[in-house]
């Protein structure tokens, strides 16, 4: 069983910085490949950014790409995603997930096994 905890969220103006945070626990973080999503009121959840367990490669749809990045320090069990030039649209509760190995899907919900329980994160514009 993985345990994750996501952290950092919070309310930002646009344009500005922000850091999430996602700890594990429960297995050997090493293993695990992280995907982060999001999910605005009334929207299905979407993809935003994936690291493997090596960390490398990283996947990230066209929409965050240059904005969005994933990284892993596996001394501290956490991925990361800092989101820089954030704008209203960005606005959600961000999910980061996990996958043994490889998720079966790296874009897709059901492509991962395990799910932190969210961070909020607002953009004012």
């Known amino acids: 069983q993985v345990h994750l905890v996501e952290s950092g969220g919070g309310l930002v103006q646009a344009g500005g910085s922000l850091r999430l945070s996602c700890a594990a626990s429960?297995?050997?973080?090493?293993?695990?490949?992280v995907g982060w999503f999001r999910q605005a009121p009334g929207k299905e959840r979407e993809f935003v950014a994936g690291i493997s367990w090596s960390g490398s490669p990283t996947y990230y749809p066209d929409f965050v790409k240059g904005r969005f990045t994933v990284s892993r320090d596996n001394a501290q069990n956490t991925v990361y995603l800092q989101m820089i030039n954030v704008k209203p649209e960005d606005t959600a509760v961000f999910y980061c997930?996990?996958?043994?190995?490889?998720?079966?899907?790296?874009?897709?919900?059901?492509?991962?096994?395990?799910w932190g329980q969210g961070t909020q994160v607002t953009v004012s514009s």
């Open positions: 429960g297995r050997a973080f090493a293993d695990l490949a």
């Open positions: 997930a996990a996958a043994l190995w490889s998720p079966r899907s790296w874009s897709t919900s059901a492509g991962y096994d395990y």
